[in-house]
């Protein structure tokens, strides 16, 4: 009933005072117990030009799906990746971003009609600088659109749906196989606990594989992988930070980083704009070119 | 034009056509690198001629014992060198193909987005899926 209280004080207050913290914290749980059916418009407008998808998704009962040759279908702790219907991947996760010290503040929850509903305009802000929009279902409270921003105040992502059913769909039960589930992780791990302002919320071993760590911000967010060999991008681009080059694609919502280093590989993958990269990336182990004699020794022997 | 070394060679044994040493010429006027060449061709084969000829003693030949040699003599030097040349190729194709990586792109996506789905900041909103419907293609 104090969320219900809350969002109606937020919605009827115009123009809104600041809103706080727990309040969008509030409005964010809201959201993930929100039921409907949803197509998504992602475009993103990128260093290296726009890239832009159509997402279906459905969530009903805390539980989403995300529909794509693979599935990904996550919910009451944990996620599972589905491809033809065998689980390939899953895993369950505890952890959550502390809200000690938060980056953002929200201000100006006002109305904003949205696809024909009752909807509720948030902003975003670190310190001065606009990082996001996003708008609220007033009935739901699912996020109708997610807008992010580069720090010179361009759009970088564009995240809206273009159809909203708040019929609950029934979702096919998932398929999920315990013995595949990966947990996180408290082994010490060379993966810092924090890089810049974001936070490393868990860890995930896969065997002697690769090593897969979260991080977030409080609103961006990014997997860290720890890998044996590099992981090899498709056409990709290249950002040179002090001389060291990484390879870099973007993908509609998504921007991946992959480069070698003096262990094996690493990769980035998160929602971060172009500002921010640096930053991460400087915080982490750099590009290493090995010699002939370690590449043939690295080969033979790992 | 790259760099025309076996052109030059052809010419110095008279082999190229007019309209080949034309154009042979015509890179060689503003190429030093390649006058260059020419002249350290010309030079070797100049020496090569200048050397004089050995006429063999006569009955050399005749008087020699014709010795049989077995066969499996060097055997071991060649079986090394095979060996050798085996693990050079071996080594130079495991450093030059690529080894499969554990994870491929799709699976960082598919990781980032299940993860980023259940983040208290956002995730439903967020998360991405690999492979699905591009508005550009």
């Known amino acids: 009933m104090r969320k219900v209280i809350i969002l109606v004080a937020v919605f009827t207050l115009l123009p809104a005072t600041t809103a706080s913290a727990a309040e969008l914290q509030e409005i964010l749980e809201r959201s993930q117990e929100a039921s409907y059916s949803a197509e998504q418009v992602i475009s993103c407008s990128t260093p290296d030009g726009v890239r832009d998808a159509v997402v279906s998704l459905e969530q009903a009962a805390g539980e989403l799906r995300v529909s794509g040759e693979v599935e990904v279908s996550s919910g009451s702790g944990g996620w599972a990746l589905v491809r033809e219907g065998s689980v390939i991947n899953s895993a369950s996760v505890e952890a959550g971003i502390s809200d000690a010290d938060p980056t953002y503040r929200v201000d100006n929850g006002s109305a904003h009609p949205f696809l024909n509903r009752k909807a509720g305009l948030y902003r975003l802000y670190a310190g001065d600088v606009l990082r996001g929009e996003l708008i609220v279902d007033g009935a739901t409270g699912a996020l109708l659109s997610v807008v992010t921003y580069n720090s010179d105040g361009n759009v970088y992502c564009d995240r809206r749906f273009i159809e909203f059913d708040p019929t609950p769909p029934e979702l096919s039960a998932a398929t999920l196989t315990t013995g595949e589930t990966l947990e996180p992780s408290d082994v010490t791990s060379s993966l810092p606990e924090s890089l810049g302002d974001f936070e490393r919320l868990d860890i995930y071993e896969d065997g002697d594989e690769f090593t897969f760590a979260y991080y977030s911000d409080g609103f961006f967010s990014f997997a860290l992988f720890q890998t044996r060999t590099v992981v090899e991008l498709t056409d990709p681009g290249a950002l040179t930070l002090e001389g060291s080059v990484y390879a870099r694609s973007f993908s509609p919502g998504q921007v991946t980083f992959s480069w070698e280093t003096r262990d094996g590989g690493m990769a980035l993958v998160g929602d971060l704009p172009p500002d921010m990269h640096a930053e991460v990336l400087e915080g982490l182990p750099q590009p290493f070119a090995p010699g002939i004699l370690q590449r043939i020794w690295r080969s033979l022997f790992g | ?137």
């Open chain 2, 1 to 137: 034009m790259t760099h025309p070394s076996e052109m030059i060679s052809a010419y110095l044994d008279g082999e190229l056509t007019r309209a080949e040493s034309s154009r042979l010429f015509t890179h060689t006027g503003s190429c030093g690198r390649c006058v260059a060449e020419m002249e350290a061709m010309q030079r070797v084969r100049a020496a090569v001629r200048s050397l004089p000829m050995v006429e063999m003693p006569p009955g050399l030949l005749g008087d020699a014992e014709p010795v049989v040699v077995p066969l499996h003599r060097n055997r071991g030097l060649w079986v090394g060198a095979a060996a050798a040349a085996v693990a050079l190729v071996i080594a130079l194709a495991t450093m030059l193909t690529p080894t499969p990586g554990a994870l491929s792109v799709d699976d960082l996506n598919s990781r980032f987005g299940a993860r980023v789905s259940l983040d208290p900041a956002f995730g439903p909103a967020k998360v991405m899926v690999p492979d699905v419907r591009s508005l550009t293609e």
